[in-house]
């Protein structure tokens, strides 16, 4: 019996496991989004979002917790000077999860888009005074 047993096995190895995952988060914050099995991002949300609260600390600790995970100098510094000003002043919803329609041709698996909310906070800002002129003229 699997009794408090968390998390899935996604048959590999703890090593295994650990090493996806930390391959999987330096892809979503080098790209933003990513296509992945459902079952695969169900489970890297755990980390990415832990990682994006690690970032709202800002400090020395978070900085160097972050790095154990990410292995890249850029990638932490992304993460704390752009990725995490984004989420300030939020509770969670760092990550969505949008299912695809089609599902992967070798084995059928359910297939998903893996993504940061709030990409488009800025593009978003930037129409907004241009909706305002029109309205003036």
Avoid: W
Wanted: glycine share 8%; with cysteine.
């Amino acid at each position: 019996m699997r009794h408090n047993k968390s998390g899935r096995k996604l048959n590999r190895n703890s090593s295994h496991r650990s090493a996806m995952f930390k391959n999987m988060a330096r892809a979503v914050f080098t790209f933003e989004t990513i296509r992945t099995t459902e079952a695969k991002a169900k489970e890297l949300r755990g980390v990415v979002d832990g990682l994006i609260t690690l970032a709202l600390k800002n400090d020395l600790s978070a900085r160097r917790q972050a790095f154990r995970v990410l292995g890249n100098h850029q990638l932490v510094k992304h993460l704390f000077d752009e990725v995490g000003p984004r989420f300030v002043g939020g509770n969670g919803g760092y990550t969505r999860i949008v299912r695809l329609s089609q599902p992967r041709v070798g084995d059928c698996a359910p297939m998903v888009i893996f993504e940061l909310t709030k990409l488009a906070e800025k593009a978003e800002a930037a129409p907004a005074p241009k909706a305002e002129e029109k309205a003036a003229e």
